[in-house]
Nanobody, 116 residues
Framework: QVHLVESGGGLVQAGGSLRLSCAAS????????MGWHRQAPGKQRELVAF???????NYLDSVKGRFTISRDDVKNTVFLQMNSLKSEDTAVYLC??????????WGQGTQVTVSS
């Protein structure tokens, strides 16, 4: 069993910053991809950012230049630094880890609320 636990969400004013963390515990695998999705009320889930084991990263167009994803393979943790937050960033943020065999594990989600 693998458990992913997110932290760092909360309420912030527009223009502010938050740093999300997601740590894996349990039967640790070699992770190929670590990333974040988000789900806003009434909207489809969207991929925010991901980083590969080669440290290649990719971002949703609307967050480019504001969000930075990073990973610590020793601590089995992925981070999402979010700056210049906007009200449209309000959502539940969910982390995911993908193994070399293609299996994916998901966290429960952490709420990010940006007030305007």
């Amino acid at each position: 069993q693998v458990h992913l636990v997110e932290s760092g969400g909360g309420l912030v004013q527009a223009g502010g910053s938050l740093r999300l963390s997601c740590a894996a515990s349990g039967n640790i695998w070699s992770w190929t991809v670590m990333g974040w999705h988000r789900q806003a009320p009434g909207k489809q889930r969207e991929l925010v950012a991901f980083v590969t084991s080669a440290r290649s990263s990719n971002y949703l167009d609307s967050v480019k230049g504001r969000f930075t994803i990073s990973r610590d393979d020793v601590k089995n943790t992925v981070f999402l630094q979010m700056n210049s937050l906007k009200s449209e960033d309000t959502a539940v943020y969910l982390c995911y880890f993908r193994t070399t065999s293609g299996s994916e594990y998901w966290g429960q989600g952490t709420q990010v609320t940006v007030s305007s």
